[in-house]
């Protein structure tokens, strides 16, 4: 028998990636579901693309409709996992895709969610220094914000050898279900189809705390980090272009040498052979972070363009690579680099 996963909020975009994913892993054996408003719905009328799941009937979500699992994966709506994490068992293991156990500041947290800390948990991305073996064993995950997970790849291997200053300016676009699938004006197909347009302008978007500990832990001191997120006409991924001061004598053949040292042995970052940058379409449904660098020479400054999937490597895939790490499976096990074309 499999590791006996549950998910709650079965019926939304996060979930229905992870089931995605569950549905072809070998290690596991899918539990129960669960959703909010859709309980009691059949998982076929919510997620036809799921075809072997098709007939599986939504449970509410309660402590007793996700007991009896190795591991639970919550994708629910922030604010939701706390206070239905503390009700599951601590030989659970317990994977929140939210944000609720992300950051360590509980003054970050209060400003840019505006309610209590939840606390803090292991962050799910492996990729960073030690990171491995925080998560090794551990029974709760925070799984890290779609756009914190992009630009921390992004911007990790400068920080951790030295040849970036401070100053980072972060633009990145994201698809529509970076969204969910709540339904908004702002999302309706005729405002989103045919524009790409800003928002969360000026530093309030509550993923800058998350880049700017992230960051900061790598760099040894304190970084700063505007960041300006856009949203574009796809339903998926997120292209993230980061700039930072270079430190002065940085080449571009140094600044590529970094890059290549620093993941030439991550199964699931990619940098680009020079001269091809990388697009959203590169990586759809793939759990891998594709980077292209350079170095302004003239502006002084390190560039960086990544591309994600925001729902696999940036949610439900990065989900799963750090469930495997924490359960004591082969980290790649059931994620594919593979991504759909055209
Ligand atoms: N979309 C993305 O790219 C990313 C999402 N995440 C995180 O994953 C989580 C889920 O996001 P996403 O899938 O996009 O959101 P969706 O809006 O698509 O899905 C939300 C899910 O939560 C359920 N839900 C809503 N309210 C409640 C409630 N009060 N009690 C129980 N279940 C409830 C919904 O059920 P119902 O259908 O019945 O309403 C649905 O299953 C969020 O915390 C989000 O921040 C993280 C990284 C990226
Ligand atoms: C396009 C879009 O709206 N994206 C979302 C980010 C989604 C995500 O990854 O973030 P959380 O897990 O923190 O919700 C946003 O900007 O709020």
Redo the contacts with the bound molecule.
């Keep these: 028998m499999g590791i006996r996963a549950a998910v709650?909020?079965?019926?939304?975009?996060?979930?229905?990636e992870l089931l995605r994913i569950l549905a072809g892993h070998p290690g596991f054996e899918i539990g129960t579901l669960?959703?909010?408003?859709?309980?009691g719905s059949a998982l076929g009328a919510?997620q036809p693309h799921l075809r072997s799941l098709a007939t599986r009937v939504?449970t509410?979500?309660t402590p007793e409709t996700l007991a009896g699992h190795d591991v639970v994966f919550l994708?629910?709506?922030?604010g939701?996992?706390g206070p239905l994490a503390a009700q599951l068992g601590d030989d659970v293991l317990v994977v929140d895709?939210?944000?609720d156990f992300r950051l360590r500041d509980a003054a970050d947290w209060e400003h840019f969610y505006g309610s209590p800390h939840a606390g803090t948990w292991p962050y799910g991305l492996p990729e960073l220094p030690g990171q491995r073996e925080v998560l090794a064993g551990t029974k709760r995950i925070a799984?890290?914000?779609?756009y914190p997970t992009v630009s921390t790849l992004a911007l990790v291997p400068a920080y951790a050898a030295g040849i970036a200053g401070n100053d980072i300016v972060i633009v990145a676009a994201s698809g529509t279900?970076?969204?969910?699938?709540?339904a908004k004006v702002s999302l309706l197909g005729s405002e989103v189809m045919g524009a790409v347009s800003a928002y969360g302008v000026g530093g309030v978007h509550r993923h800058t705390p998350e880049i700017v500990q992230n960051l900061s832990a790598v760099a040894g001191e304190p970084v700063t980090v505007s960041f300006t997120p856009t949203l574009a006409p796809m339903s998926r991924g997120i292209l993230a272009t980061c700039t930072v001061k270079a430190e002065p004598g940085l080449t571009a053949d140094g600044l590529r040498r970094v890059y290549e040292d620093a993941y030439a042995d991550e199964p699931f970052v990619d940098l680009l052979p020079e001269g091809q940058w990388p697009s959203t379409a590169m990586t759809l449904g793939a759990n891998t972070a594709l980077l292209q660098v350079a170095l302004d020479e003239r502006a002084g400054r390190i560039v960086v363009v990544a591309a994600i999937d925001?729902?696999t490597k940036?949610?439900a895939g990065g989900a799963i690579q750090s469930t495997n790490i924490a359960l004591g499976l082969a980290e790649e096990l059931g994620l594919s680099t593979l991504a759909v074309a055209p």
């Design positions: 709650a909020g079965a019926s939304g975009y996060a979930g229905g669960t959703a909010g408003s859709n309980a919510l939504l509410e979500t994708a629910l709506p922030h939701a996992s895709c939210g944000a799984v890290p914000g779609c279900s970076g969204a969910g699938k709540a925001n729902l940036g949610t």
